[in-house]
Every structure is written in structure tokens, then in C-alpha cells.
């Protein structure tokens, strides 16, 4: 639409189905080049991306003609298809429902690409659920445990 403006920026938070370790250092790279051309293909400008053995993240310059649970299912949907075609698991990889997405102000996509460039590094301290938990508090997400990413089916599994 002519005369319509727009800067918006999102970081996105999906994990593994029950947050399997599943991401291998052997096809990340591969993984994230292949998400990031199913994000420009439909308009957003991808800024950074990284995932650790169990989930993943991604900032995104939003493209607002898209909407974003269609992008998210065309992501989880086309990467899965993906991983499972290159055998890069076993068994049938799957992304676990749901996900996360929080918009940042344009004075901190910097520091927010710095944060996700920096996943290795970050989770020897800390876990995803106190991460992901933190970021809910932060931008102040009303939430019930029961249903943050099956947390509680992954601690009975181990």
C-alpha cells in the first residue's frame, strides 16, 4: 500500500519436540542458510540466526504483509521437511508447538544480535527453560508453566 511505512523487528524462539538435542554442529550451518532463504523469500530481512542443540532463535526486520504465525508454520514446516530429507537424524525430527516472538526497538537489535550470535557460549550457564523464562518476565508475558515448551515432560523423560 503506497504511503505506508513500517520498521519492525522480531525475535522468534522454537524448540526442538521434546527439546531433543537434535541440532548437530554438522548441518547447523546448513539448517540456518535454508531458513534463511524461506525467510527472504517472503520479504523479511533476516538479521541473525543461531541454534544450540535444542532450539533456536532468530531476529528478523519483520515484513508486516506477512503474517507472522504464517511465517512461523512455513519455517517449522519447510525445516522440518528439510532436516528429515537429508537424514541429518535418525528418526523423524519434528519442532515442538508453539513458539516465541518478541519485538525489540531498533536501538537494541544490535545487542539482541550480539545475544543469539552468542548461543553456544550462553547456554554453558544457563538452561533453556531459565532462559526462556527470563525473556517472558522481561517483556512482562503472562504465562502457566504447564505450557512452556513441555518443559516438565522433558525433566520426567530424564
Do not use: C
Request: aromatic share 16%; proline share 1%; glycine share 4%.
Amino acid at each position: 500500500m503506497a504511503n505506508t511505512y513500517s520498521k519492525i523487528y522480531i525475535h522468534l524462539v522454537f524448540v526442538v519436540e521434546f527439546r531433543d538435542k537434535l541440532l548437530r554442529d554438522d548441518f547447523r550451518e546448513e539448517l540456518q542458510k535454508y531458513i534463511t532463504k524461506i525467510i527472504q523469500s517472503r520479504n523479511h530481512k533476516l538479521i541473525a540466526i543461531n541454534s544450540v542443540s535444542d532450539h533456536m532463535h532468530i531476529l528478523i526486520g519483520y515484513y508486516p504483509d506477512d503474517k507472522l504465525p504464517d511465517l512461523v508454520r512455513t519455517v517449522k514446516r519447510d525445516s522440518t521437511i528439510f532436516i528429515n530429507q537429508k537424514k541429518f537424524y535418525r528418526g523423524k525430527f519434528n519442532w515442538q508447538i508453539g513458539y516465541g516472538a518478541f519485538s525489540y526497538s531498533r536501538s537494541q537489535i544490535n545487542g539482541v544480535a550480539k545475544y543469539i550470535d552468542n548461543q553456544q557460549e550462553h547456554h554453558k550457564t544457563i538452561s533453556l527453560k531459565d532462559e526462556y523464562i527470563s525473556i517472558l518476565k522481561k517483556f512482562d508475558v503472562n504465562f502457566t508453566d504447564k505450557y512452556l515448551f513441555n518443559f516438565e515432560l522433558f525433566e520426567a523423560k530424564n
